[in-house]
């Protein structure tokens, strides 16, 4: 089986993708219920987060921005492929999946940040309440709600993303899954 595949995701990526993926949801279902369990899964998303952008600068092949961060024609004309069922294999991330990743951590650091800006305005904590306590009701209101919209738009993106994993998969025959687990893709 090793024979016929090639590893693509090191072990760094594989533990972020999917320790992200229990710490967004994680944050995205407790809200304020377990106010501790979702700051604790906030801070987890952003240092998950800062770290991969430092990975993507300095990390192995496919890790790397330079290796899937393609420019907006090449994402269009992939997108086409796609809608015609015959897009190009691509051994690392495609150009679609590569614009996902970017539009995620962006959506993500929003989602943090403002996080950030509602605990220092609503409870008086971490790193930004020096700079935020005493705000005014409705600017931690906005605060609130420009956090949760970001949050929501992550949950979108996310769910795009894993239809492009199924549809990326099918069209491929391949298990986009099993290789962000194990770390391996058909040979090409």
Do not use: C
Request: charged content about 15%; overall charge negative.
């Amino acid at each position: 089986m090793q024979s016929d595949t090639i590893k693509v995701w090191d072990p760094l990526v594989r533990v972020f993708h999917w320790t992200l993926v229990l710490a967004f949801f994680t944050a995205y279902l407790t809200e304020d219920d377990w106010l501790d369990l979702h700051t604790l899964a906030g801070y987890t998303v952003l240092g998950l987060v800062a770290f991969r952008l430092l990975w993507g600068l300095i990390g192995t092949r496919h890790a790397r921005f330079g290796d899937f961060v393609k420019r907006p024609h090449e994402v269009l004309t992939y997108i086409k492929e796609v809608l015609t069922l015959h897009p190009r294999r691509y051994l690392g991330h495609n150009p679609a999946g590569g614009l996902m990743i970017v539009l995620l951590l962006a959506s993500l650091l929003a989602t943090t940040g403002f996080g950030l800006a509602v605990y220092a305005a609503e409870e008086g904590a971490g790193p930004l309440a020096g700079m935020l306590i005493g705000v005014s009701e409705s600017t931690g209101h906005l605060f609130e709600e420009v956090h949760e919209f970001f949050a929501n738009f992550t949950l979108f993106l996310v769910a795009v993303h894993v239809a492009g994993v199924i549809v990326e998969s099918l069209l491929h025959g391949e298990n986009l899954v099993r290789s962000m687990v194990t770390g391996r893709k058909p040979a090409p």
